[in-house]
C-alpha cells in the first residue's frame, strides 16, 4: 500500500482536503478495481471506478470509488464477507446515499478506498456512471462542480457530512441537465468492465 501514499492518495477521517486526480490515480483505482472485479467473480455484475477521483485533472478528496453492481439474485451479505476477508471494512447501508458501503484504509482511521455496492443497473449504479461520465467529457460541468466543492471546504473545512450533503443539489443539478442520460441498460454484465 505505500505505493497508494507515494501517489498522494488517502485521507484520515477527520481531514477534508483535496489534490487533483493524477494518471496515477487512475491508475491505482484501475488496479483496485480490477483486483475487486477478480475477487468477486460471478457475484458481481459490474465493478467500476467512479467519482472524482476517477477524472484526470479534477478537483479531489484523495480517496477511489467504487460502485459495485449486483443483479437481484446477487447476495449482497456475501459480497460483503468476500470483501471483508481482504481487508475491507463493513460501514453499513447507507441507503439512496451510497449504497452498502465499505472502506479499505491502510492503517487506523486512514482510508484510502471506498466500495458502494448498489443494484447493478439501478438509480444509483447509473448515476455514479453519467455522473463520472459527464465529468471527463465537460470542462464547464467540471468548473461548476470544483467551485461548490471549494466553497463547500471553506464554509465547513472539517464537517465531511456537511461537505458530502452540501455537494448533492449542484449533482443532482448537473445530471438532470445532461444531454447524454444513460437510456439503454447495458446486457451484457461484463460490458461495463472496460
Known amino acids: 500500500m505505500d505505493e497508494w501514499h507515494q ?11 483535496f489534490g487533483t486526480t493524477t494518471a496515477e490515480w487512475l491508475r491505482l483505482g484501475d488496479n483496485l478495481r480490477n483486483r475487486v472485479r477478480q475477487r468477486l467473480g460471478e457475484s458481481a455484475a459490474g465493478v467500476e471506478v467512479v467519482g472524482s477521483s476517477s477524472v484526470l485533472g479534477l478537483l479531489a478528496k484523495p ?15 456475501s459480497v460483503i464477507a468476500i470483501l471483508q476477508a481482504v481487508g475491507w471494512i463493513y460501514r453499513g447501508d447507507a441507503g439512496r ?6 472502506v479499505l484504509e491502510t492503517r487506523p482511521w486512514f482510508r484510502v478506498a471506498h466500495a458502494h455496492v448498489v443494484a447493478f443497473q439501478g438509480l444509483e449504479w447509473r448515476e455514479y456512471l453519467q455522473f463520472r461520465d459527464l465529468l471527463r467529457r465537460d470542462p464547464g460541468a467540471r ?9 463547500l471546504q471553506l464554509e465547513a473545512p472539517s464537517d465531511r457530512r456537511a461537505y458530502t450533503a452540501g455537494k448533492t443539489d449542484v449533482v443532482t ?8 442520460v444513460i437510456r439503454e441498460p447495458v446486457t451484457d ?3 461495463s468492465a472496460r
Not at 480517496?63 to 451479505?77: H, K, S, T
Open 173 to 180: 443539478s448537473l445530471l438532470e441537465t445532461d444531454s447524454s
Open 7 to 17: 501517489a498522494g492518495l488517502g485521507l484520515d477521517y477527520s481531514e477534508l482536503r
Open 63 to 77: 480517496i477511489v470509488d467504487l460502485a459495485i453492481g449486483l443483479e437481484p439474485d446477487q447476495d449482497v451479505a
Open 143 to 151: 468548473r461548476q462542480y470544483e467551485s461548490v466543492k471549494r466553497r
Open 97 to 102: 446515499q451510497g449504497g452498502h458501503v465499505l
Open 189 to 191: 454484465r461484463r460490458q
